[in-house]
């Protein structure tokens, strides 16, 4: 059974920092691209950053310069560092897998494994 857990997240202050966990278990982690998405209140959940299997990465033009994804393919975890939060960064924040599609184009439509969230909330 496959299973992506979420973990790190929490109320902080603008400026702060975060650094959010996924922890796969069930697959074959190297041979997935992973991605973070996250959803705000009333809003449809978005892409935010990708990495593939070949630790190529990428962001969301919102959070280029402050978030860093990476992942430890020896312990089956994908990371977000995510720096300078701002009150918009405020969502719960998926993790999730796919064993086809490009990290470059990566949305949440048809992706093979969700996670089931960490709450993100940035205070002003």
């Known amino acids: 059974q496959v299973q992506l857990v979420e973990s790190g997240g929490g109320l902080v202050q603008a400026g702060d920092s975060l650094r959010l966990s996924c922890a796969a278990s069930g697959l074959p982690f190297s041979l997935y691209t992973m991605g973070w998405f996250r959803q705000a209140p009333g809003r449809e959940r978005e892409f935010v950053a990708s990495?593939?299997?070949?630790?190529?990465?990428y962001y969301a033009d919102s959070v280029k310069g402050r978030f860093t994804i990476s992942r430890d393919n020896a312990k089956n975890t994908m990371y977000l560092q995510m720096n300078k939060l701002k009150p918009e960064d405020t969502a719960v924040y998926y993790c999730?897998?796919?064993?086809?599609?490009?990290?470059?184009?990566?949305?949440?439509?048809?992706?093979?494994?969700w996670g089931k969230g960490t709450l993100v909330t940035v205070s002003s």
């Open positions: 990495i593939s299997r070949s630790i190529g990465r």
């Open positions: 999730a897998a796919d064993r086809l599609k490009s990290a470059q184009a990566m949305d949440p439509a048809g992706m093979d494994y």
